[in-house]
Antibody, heavy 123, light 107 residues
């Protein structure tokens, strides 16, 4: 059974930092891309970042580029999101998601999601 | 970036009704279109991938169709557990983008 468990959310100061973690189990972690998606209060879903499990190539939404860093530790089957220079608009529930492939394309759909971790940016 | 739109933004329907939600992409995305169900306080749940493929474990009353720029999600007979917000998402190119959502409520 695939499981994704996020942690690390909480209250962050504007301009401060937080690191989110997502511990994965039930699949070969290093063989799949992983992603972070967020939902601000009362808003829709917003893709944040993705990383290839095979090449380590990373991708970011413009809204977080240069401030957030996605990474993995394959020895721990864990995905991370280092969030720096936090802004009020980063307040959201952050979900990690496993990205499944289709017909050789590694980024086809998000088939499993964690339960989410809430990040609140406020002074 | 590819913009995704959905219509309607919300709807109310009784149990047993057939419900159709439309999603449109700002450019052709072939069949790289997915549908998710989101309930408050819960993680999103993949319903349909690649426009028309039912995800394992999802009830057969859900179906998807379309290609290019226009897509639909259909619930053939609305059940009480289906009241939620539905999002389309394109995976044709990064950045991935979601539609604004369609909230399905009880009538």
């Amino acid at each position: 059974e695939v499981q994704l468990v996020e942690s690390g959310g909480g209250l962050g100061q504007p301009g401060g930092s937080l690191r989110l973690s997502c511990e994965a189990s039930g699949f070969t972690f290093s063989s799949f891309a992983m992603s972070w998606v967020r939902q601000a209060p009362g808003k829709g879903l917003e893709w944040v970042s993705a990383i290839s499990g095979i090449t380590g190539t990373t991708y970011y939404a413009d809204s977080v580029k240069g401030r957030f860093t996605i990474s993995t530790d394959n020895s721990k089957d864990t995905l991370y999101l280092q969030m720096n220079s936090l802004r009020a608009e980063d307040t959201a529930v952050y979900y990690c998601a496993k990205v499944n492939r289709r017909d050789g394309y590694d980024y086809d759909h998000f088939d499993y999601w964690g339960q989410g971790t809430l990040v609140t940016v406020s002074s | 970036d590819i913009q995704m739109t959905q219509s309607p933004s919300s709807l109310s329907a009784p149990v047993g009704d057939r419900v159709t939600i439309t999603c449109r992409a700002s450019q052709s995305i072939s069949s790289y279109l997915n549908w998710y169900q989101k309930k408050p306080g819960k993680a999103p749940n993949l319903l349909i991938y690649a426009a028309s493929n039912l995800q394992s474990g999802v009830p057969s009353r859900f179906s998807g169709s379309g290609s290019g720029t226009d897509f639909t999600l259909t619930i053939s007979s609305l059940q009480p557990e289906d009241f939620a917000t539905y999002y389309c998402q394109q995976s044709y190119t990064i950045p991935f983008t979601f539609g604004p959502g369609t909230k399905v409520g009880i009538k």
